[in-house]
């Protein structure tokens, strides 16, 4: 059972927009801004998307934006390419020094 | 271009030991930041591991700590992990990569992965 909560399953079609939430404690997304997301294709290494809650890494998409209010991080892609299919994973720095992640939502584009 | 790279035996009998190593380029590994294990089981999510410092200081998840340690070898600019008593369940991909961090008074903050390995299989089998 993942420390942090995510859907299962997002779709949408091309061009639209999708949000992907991650739901933690006041142990870890409550009280950090320490809110990472990743992007992980198929047989490929995670790729970090979203740092401190919101910052794009350089390269990443302005489609990609990130926001958190309470326990809740979400994860916010818009004009929806096909590309962007992909699992998606949250993260939160925790008390303990850890990092645990979400469960992972596989994104579908239709 | 800061890159890392996982080696290790791809196949490990049960109740042995697992070790890897993440050779680090482009990229002191002394240079103040942690550098961490994650791991994925065949079809299922990541999970943390631990991370350590350039220094040696190490951080491990609870869930592993009994069976886990790291190390680095800054004279090879690489960092290892050894899992101990393994079983089926160890069965994954572990990835290595590089966390930003801060630490002050107020306590050590483990910032995100920026920075990932491709990634290496590992199979617990007899």
């Known amino acids: 059972q993942s420390a942090l909560t995510q859907p299962a399953s997002v779709s949408g079609s091309p061009g639209q927009s999708i949000t992907i939430s991650c739901t933690g404690t006041s142990r870890d997304i409550g009280t950090s801004n320490l809110v990472s997301w990743y992007q992980q294709h198929p047989a490929m290494a995670p790729r970090l998307v979203i740092s401190?809650?919101?910052k794009r890494p350089s390269g990443i998409s302005n489609r990609f934006s990130g926001s958190k209010s309470g326990n809740t991080a979400s994860l916010t892609i818009s004009g929806l390419q096909a590309e962007d299919e992909a699992d998606y994973y949250c993260?939160?720095?925790?008390?303990?020094?850890?990092?645990?992640f979400g469960g992972g939502t596989r994104l579908t584009v239709l | 271009q800061v890159q890392l790279q996982e080696s290790g035996p791809g196949l490990v009998k049960p109740s042995e030991t697992l070790s890897l190593t993440c050779a680090v380029s482009g990229f002191s590994i002394d240079k103040g930041f942690y550098w961490g294990w994650i791991r994925q089981p065949p079809g299922k999510g990541l999970e943390w591991m631990g991370g350590?410092?350039?220094?040696?200081?190490?951080h491990y998840n609870p869930s592993l700590k009994s069976r886990l340690t790291m190390s680095v070898d800054t004279s090879q600019n690489q960092f290892s992990l050894r899992l101990n008593s393994v079983t089926a369940a160890d069965t994954a991909v572990y990835f290595c990569?590089?966390?930003?961090?801060?630490?002050?008074?107020?306590?050590?903050?483990?910032?995100?992965?920026?920075?990932w390995g491709q990634g290496t299989t590992v199979t617990v089998s007899s």
């Open positions: 990569a590089r966390v930003p961090h801060t630490e002050d008074t107020s306590g050590l903050f483990l910032y995100h992965m920026d920075v």
């Open positions: 401190e809650v919101y």
């Open positions: 993260c939160s720095f925790a008390n303990g020094y850890i990092l645990p």
């Open positions: 350590i410092h350039g220094s040696g200081n190490a």
